[in-house]
């Protein structure tokens, strides 16, 4: 029996197995009985003691797998237990509710000084309030992603993204947390961090080889063979998209899209193609299926020709690889040419007719790849072929989609430190970029060749941004001491990759990622056939934001006011660069530093620093924006119209030449090789076609710049459908004041109703080009 005290402090023996408390009487005085409890799972039970030690138990016991504390004792279980249950009686309540006694409980472990319990033991949530503002589309992150509709999947997708948010954060060591949460950095994708990985490139032959098994096991889903037909092959592609988005946090895309699928469009007429092509790009803008009933984020790299590297190897579709040993007889890529060309013309003539109201597709992302391949026309096809258009003709088209839309981004791998000759490149999400060579992947030539299944995975992991401008106000103008503070928070985001991936082994293991390492029947030899993703293959990214405001407090002035501000910024961007291979060997895990679409983190942070009256009158001195109107209503609200500049950038409404921020932000790319963009904000204006081609192409062929897009602005009325270039209010045809504005927010076109405080500020702030100044 063990002795505890009731409110009048007098002693009570209660059994510490006994399944309820017993009613004492005392000097006349009755006790009672503690209530049935409310229980979080949705029962009202009887009072029991052991649910207490079990849970205790069963949640340190957890901490103790992720963290590798130990866990908790029955006897001190026990005694926690008993002290709540005295605690429960005293207060003579008629209503008891497993939440209450988890405070309970986690008051006395804090009170024990056993934080790391508390922190696994602790619940997890929203107020009542909160959760109601999520139902009407305000509150918490209300415009933290502009690809989010406003729905009913949307309000249970943020409080779903509250709840594991908060779950990670307390999973995580404190420090780590605690560097996220003070704005140190930043961890992408929070809500998704010990379920998923961040983005994936798709090797579509896969798909074409094996068929569709959209739930990866095929229990849930219908299993579908490999397609027979290009309308099916078609929709497999897209619905291997928006499968893949239950697995991963972030964008998915096609590399060399066109030139798979072109033998599934072998001898059809340009009219059919087309149809074809206007399925694919309908299909992918009108599922809303991804998380949260939003568009799925894709992309897709389009080649106006087959490139070299491709021309020789077997094809693969219909369930088989035309080596000449599976198949009747040997059919190679180069032999599609036709359908390539074609396929590109039909996909580009579909985005330029937009959609049934005139406006512009914002998905699948149109990757238009600048490749050495095809900077010279091949004379002896183009004369056997008089009637397909050449290289230059689809690159013009390309480009007037470009200057009606703002639509595609131009994946530019003319540089030498691309390696366009010597593997496979290419960009995705919102400008990530990835590769693979042989000297990469020592299986490099039987991907190509689709030996036994085996094929390319290309996408990352988890990205973690630095918030660059906080390095530099603890610097106090010493460069070393700038380098330092970077590489030391390079070092915490290993910390958190290590993690990530011990959190993701555990989620593989207990076959909560169907779709990632699916491994279906092989049409060939009935067993199961190659893992779709190699996730050895993927890369762990870490993002920089705001270089131009560190390198401006740090030296008095930005990059584009300064030649020695420019030159730290290279210096410290390479000193990182550097740091980062040396962090790749010495922990096995490809590091992989990239700007970062930062479409929140770049306001977060901006917020974070002025919230932190140590760094407040510093970050004052630089952040972007409306300063006096953020710090004017910093106790109201965090959407505050502030922001550090993107990555590498020079800001946003920085009055220079375009010449100049070509020259300025060219000089990354080679740096940033997890990926970088140039942004060139048209406004509402619209070059000519030809003449923005040969601008374009002077920047491929002549500086380093990997990746770009022309962003045109849009405004769309609600009210009549009609379709005007430039931000308006009203509409130019009805006068209504029902419109809806589009641009690019960061690496995708969406409207501007859903971006947040910051982005709208920048929206205001862009330097906008002339058709004069650009060609």
Request: glycine share 8%; with cysteine.
């Amino acid at each position: 029996m063990i002795e505890i005290k009731d409110s009048q402090q007098e002693p009570i023996d209660i059994s510490i197995h006994s399944k309820k408390v017993v009613q004492s009487t005392l000097d006349g005085n009755t006790i009672s009985p503690i209530p049935k409890v409310r229980t979080t799972d949705g029962h009202v039970i009887e009072w029991n003691r052991e649910a207490i030690i079990s849970q205790l138990i069963k949640d340190t016991t957890l901490g103790e797998s992720f963290s590798g504390k130990p866990s908790i004792t029955k006897e001190e279980a026990t005694e926690i237990a008993i002290s709540v249950e005295n605690q429960i009686r005293s207060m003579r309540i008629s209503f008891l509710s497993g939440a209450l006694i988890r405070e309970m409980v986690n008051r006395e472990l804090l009170e024990r000084g056993h934080i790391e319990w508390r922190n696994v033991s602790t619940r997890i949530g929203t107020p009542v309030v909160d959760a109601c503002e999520i139902d009407l589309g305000t509150g918490f992150e209300a415009n933290e992603n502009a690809n989010l509709q406003g729905n009913a999947e949307t309000s249970h997708k943020k409080k779903a993204d509250k709840i594991s948010k908060e779950q990670y954060l307390l999973l995580l060591p404190p420090k780590i947390s605690d560097l996220h949460l003070n704005g140190d950095i930043h961890i992408h994708d929070l809500e998704y961090l010990g379920t998923r990985p961040f983005c994936q490139d798709w090797d579509l032959r896969y798909f074409f080889y094996y068929g569709l098994m959209p739930d990866g096991n095929g229990t849930k889903a219908s299993v579908a063979g490999p397609a027979m037909k290009a309308e099916v092959a078609i929709l497999h592609a897209v619905k291997a998209l928006g499968s893949a988005q239950t697995n991963f946090a972030g964008g998915q895309g096609f590399y060399n899209f066109l030139t798979f699928l072109a033998p599934y469009l072998e001898g059809k007429e340009y009219k059919e193609i087309e149809q074809l092509m206007q399925m694919f790009v309908y299909e992918m803008t009108q599922m809303m299926v991804a998380r949260g009933g939003q568009l799925v984020f894709s992309s897709v790299q389009l080649s106006p020709g087959v490139p070299k590297l491709w021309k020789d190897k077997s094809v693969v579709y219909k369930g088989k690889v035309w080596d000449g040993i599976q198949s009747p007889h040997r059919r190679e890529y180069g032999e599609f040419e036709r359908e390539v060309r074609l396929s590109f013309k039909a996909l580009m003539n579909v985005m330029l007719q937009g959609d049934y109201w005139g406006k512009p597709f914002s998905f699948p992302k149109p990757e238009i790849s600048i490749e050495p391949d095809f900077m010279q026309e091949d004379e002896l096809f183009n004369k056997s072929h008089p009637e397909l258009p050449t290289y230059d003709d689809l690159y013009t088209m390309s480009f007037k989609l470009a200057s009606k839309f703002g639509t595609p981004y131009f994946d530019n791998q003319l540089p030498e430190y691309r390696g366009a000759g010597n593997g496979i490149s290419c960009y995705q999400c919102c400008a990530y970029q990835f590769s693979a060579t042989p000297g990469s992947d020592a299986k490099f030539d039987e991907k190509l060749d689709f030996n036994n299944g085996m094929h390319f995975s290309m996408g990352s992991w988890q990205v973690v941004s630095l918030n660059c401008p906080r390095a530099a106000y603890r610097s106090n103008g010493d460069d070393k001491t700038l380098f330092a503070n970077l590489r030391a928070l390079m070092d915490e985001s290993i910390k958190l990759f290590k993690i990530k991936r011990s959190w993701m082994t555990k989620v593989m293991d207990a076959n909560r990622m169907p779709f990632v390492t699916q491994r279906p029947k092989d049409p060939r030899t009935n067993q199961k056939g190659e893992i779709a993703v190699d996730l050895n293959a993927l890369v762990y990214t870490i993002g920089v934001v705001g270089i131009n405001e560190m390198v401006q407090y740090h030296t008095g002035k930005q990059m584009h006011e300064s030649k020695d501000s420019f030159k730290l910024a290279i210096r410290a961007m390479i000193e990182m660069g550097q740091y980062a291979k040396k962090l790749s060997e010495e922990h096995g895990m490809e590091i992989a530093l990239a700007r970062t679409p930062a479409e929140t983190t770049c306001q977060r942070f901006a917020v974070s620093d002025l919230l932190h009256t140590d760094y407040r009158e510093k970050a004052e001195l630089v952040i972007k924006g409306d300063v006096q109107l953020a710090l004017k209503n910093l106790g109201k609200t965090r959407d505050l119209p502030v922001y550090y500049t993107n990555g590498t950038h020079v800001p946003p409404g920085a009055g220079v030449s375009l010449t100049e921020r070509i020259r300025i932000e060219q000089a990354f790319f080679s740096i940033v090789a997890g990926g970088n963009i140039l942004h060139i904000w048209m406004g509402e204006s619209a070059p000519d076609p030809k003449g923005l081609k040969d601008f374009a192409m002077n920047i491929a062929k002549n500086t380093q710049v990997g990746y770009f897009a022309f962003t045109k602005d849009m405004t769309i009325c609600q009210n009549d459908f009609h379709v005007m270039s430039g931000l308006h209010d009203t509409c130019e045809n009805c006068g209504s004041n029902n419109v809806e504005q589009l641009s690019r927010v960061t690496g995708y076109i969406q409207a501007v109703g859903g971006w947040n405080a910051a982005k709208k500020q920048e929206l205001i702030d862009r330097q906008r080009y002339s058709i004069s100044n650009m060609v």
